[in-house]
């Protein structure tokens, strides 16, 4: 089993940034797949960003505004947001999956947190 805690999340003007972290701890060896995922009610949970041996995936909405990093010493991913929209207000969920050439998907995830939420004001 794999425990994900995540943290970051708030309340935050449109312009401003903010960072997610995601702790990951128990069998953290099975842990290569990280991402996030995001959610508003009564849509889809849609992937952000991914990273993995092979690279990182980010969805074409926050290409270069969010990035995702990790810190395999402290088995945390980061999810750093810049330039927020009131569009990405939503609650964050941090996941490790299987890997997938668009980075994962929610049908690959094995573990999820119990997410964050990111409010974005106008």
């Known amino acids: 089993q794999v425990q994900l805690v995540e943290s970051g999340g708030g309340l935050v003007q449109a312009g401003g940034s903010l960072r997610l972290s995601c702790a990951a701890s128990?069998?953290?060896?099975?842990?290569?797949?990280m991402g996030w995922f995001r959610q508003v009610p009564g849509k889809e949970r849609d992937l952000v960003a991914a990273?993995?041996?092979?690279?990182?995936y980010y969805a074409d909405s926050v290409k270069g505004r969010f990035t995702i990093s990790r810190d395999n010493e402290k088995n945390t991913v980061y999810l750093q947001m810049n330039s927020l929209k009131p569009e990405d207000t939503a609650v964050y969920y941090c996941a490790v999956g299987v890997p997938t050439p668009q980075g994962m998907t929610k049908e690959g995830v094995l573990y999820w947190g119990i997410g964050t939420l990111v409010t974005v004001s106008s």
């Open positions: 128990g069998r953290t060896v099975s842990v290569t797949n």
């Open positions: 990273i993995s041996w092979s690279g990182n």
